[in-house]
C-alpha cells in the first residue's frame, strides 16, 4: 500500500511538472507568435508607405506635366490605403495648396513625414 501511494504520488508530481512546463511554453509561444505579427503588421506598412513614395516621386516629382485623372486616383487610392491619419492629412494639405511655394512646402512636408514613418 504504502509503495502503491508513492508511486502514485510521483507519477501526480511528473504529470503536474508536465503541465506546468507545457503551459509555460505555451505562454512564451503566444508571446513570441504576438511579438512576430506586430513584426509583420510594420513590415507591410512600411512596405506600403515605401510604395505610396515610389508612386509620388514617379508620378507628381518626376512628371513635368500636369497630373491626369487616373494617376491623381491612383495616388488618392495609395494613400488612402495607408490608413494613416497623419500622412492623410499631409497628402490634403497638398492637393489644397494654392500656389506653387505651397505645393513646394507641402511637398517636403510629405517626404519628411514618409521617411519618419518607414524609420519607425
Known amino acids: ?10 507519477v501526480v508530481f511528473i504529470l503536474l511538472s508536465a503541465v506546468i512546463f507545457l503551459g509555460l511554453s505555451w ?12 513584426l509583420a503588421k510594420a513590415q507591410l506598412t512600411n512596405l506600403k508607405v515605401a510604395d505610396f513614395l515610389e508612386l509620388f516621386i514617379t ?3 518626376k512628371n513635368n506635366k500636369e497630373i491626369i485623372f487616373e494617376e491623381r486616383l491612383q495616388l488618392e487610392n495609395a494613400v ?4 494613416d491619419a497623419d500622412i492623410l492629412n499631409q497628402w ?3 492637393t489644397e495648396s494654392k500656389n506653387e511655394a505651397e505645393a513646394q512646402e507641402a511637398t517636403l512636408d510629405l517626404l519628411e513625414l514618409l521617411a519618419k514613418k518607414i524609420k519607425q
Open 1 to 10: 500500500m504504502k509503495r502503491t501511494t508513492i508511486v502514485f504520488g510521483a
Open 27 to 38: 505562454i512564451g509561444a503566444r508571446i513570441e507568435l504576438k511579438n512576430q505579427n506586430q
Open 59 to 61: 508620378k507628381v516629382l
Open 80 to 83: 488612402l490605403d495607408l490608413k
Open 92 to 94: 490634403h494639405k497638398f
